[in-house]
């Protein structure tokens, strides 16, 4: 299976998953959204290094889904949606993606997490980065979070710059994919519009790529689960297709 790259000039993208382009403060080039291509990240190739130990505090928690031998590695870092809160790990959307493209896939996400706010298992995200560094991985997923609603602007655009800048610097040769947080089935609050703005900026800023899923659950109680938050196994799925569908704009990533 050949490796597949992408180059320079993708990663300073923004993806949308409606096909529109979105206003970010110092974007300049936008990508349209096309149809769902399942070869857009089989190609992708890399050995996963042994799993190291893990500290005790705070406690980091990883999801592993190897559903490939041979897969590329990946590491998803996040909040309660992307770990599965109230389902199975399997269940949570990186694991679909994993298990449809043969990831090899170790998932850090922890429930209450974000970029500038404490976990349940009183970890951040600058505190997931920290372990996903040692699984040396050739492509992570992060993700905002609306548990960083209450934070301010100054403190949160600060602990997201400076966890996606150790991001970088401890993966310079790793594919970094900044999902929108996903809010949901009612609307969107304007502040997490406006942290999803910020956070795909200082992405661009450290050659990541922004993919933009819009919100998928809008409007769909059925795929939330009863505490109004969580999706359901359903919203999961959607989640994932929706992912799916931004990552097959990447015409560099032919099976």
């Not at 997490?192 to 661009?204: G, K, N, R, V």
């Amino acid at each position: 299976m050949p490796e597949h790259t992408l180059s320079p000039a993708q990663g300073t993208d923004i993806v949308s998953a409606q096909g529109c382009p979105r206003s970010v403060p110092g974007m300049n080039r936008f990508v349209k959204v096309t149809s769902w291509s399942a070869s857009v990240v089989l190609g992708l190739s890399i050995v996963l290094s042994a799993a190291p130990a893990f500290a005790a505090t705070p406690d980091v928690v990883p999801h592993v889904t190897n559903a490939s031998a041979a897969g590329p590695a990946v590491v998803a870092i996040g909040d309660s949606i992307m770990e599965g809160h109230g389902l199975a790990p399997a269940q949570a959307w990186p694991a679909l993606l994993a298990q449809r493209y043969g990831w090899r896939l170790t998932n850090l996400a922890s429930d209450g997490s974000g970029f500038a706010t404490a976990g349940d298992n009183g970890d951040t995200f600058a505190d997931q980065v920290a372990v996903a560094l040692t699984l040396h991985p050739s492509i992570v997923i992060i993700s905002g979070s609306s548990n960083d609603l209450d934070r301010t602007p100054s403190t949160l655009t600060a602990d997201t710059e400076q966890t996606l800048r150790a991001l970088r610097a401890g993966l310079p040769d790793a594919q970094i994919l900044v999902v929108s947080p996903v809010w949901s089935d009612t609307p969107e609050p304007d502040r997490l519009a406006s942290i999803d703005a910020q956070t795909a900026a200082d992405a661009l800023a450290v050659g990541a790529q922004v993919i933009d899923i819009g919100q998928p659950l809008s409007g769909r109680a059925d795929l939330v689960l009863p505490d109004q938050v969580h999706p359901t196994a359903q919203g999961q799925q959607v989640i994932a297709r929706a992912v799916a569908r931004a990552l097959a704009v990447r015409s560099s990533l032919r099976g």
